[in-house]
């Protein structure tokens, strides 16, 4: 495994928060992108914006707006991605609209 660092001159490994994994999909990092793109706007608008990595759930954004106490969970995909695709994943999720009874634990 290889590993980009701003110190690639030292001898020694780096430190762990000087390194960062070297990444290759260019589909993962594109679709990564849009997350935290999502996620910032989501923050910049007043909501609590929690990014799911790598869960390969039903949501990759789930979004928190304490004042309204609306949750929003959200799935990523491509532009290109085509219509009848999105109209089954709203098929497929349609449970997750809708009340629910909400706890908060402290364990």
């Not at 679709?31 to 949501?59: C, M, P, V, W």
């Not at 532009?79 to 009340?99: D, H």
Request: net charge positive; hydrophobic share 35%; aromatic share 12%.
């Amino acid at each position: 495994m290889r590993w980009v660092t701003s110190q690639s001159l030292y001898p020694q490994e780096p430190a762990p928060h000087l390194y960062l994994k070297k990444m290759g999909n260019k589909n993962y990092l594109s679709g990564r992108r849009k997350e935290y793109k999502i996620q910032n706007s989501l923050r910049d608008n007043g909501y609590i914006a929690l990014r799911t990595a790598g869960s390969h759930g039903f949501a990759d954004i789930i979004a928190i707006d304490r004042e309204n106490k609306k949750i929003k969970f959200i799935q990523c995909k491509p532009k290109k991605f085509s219509y009848n695709n999105i109209q089954k994943l709203n098929e497929e999720n349609k449970w997750c609209s809708g009340l629910f009874e909400i706890e908060f634990i402290v364990v």
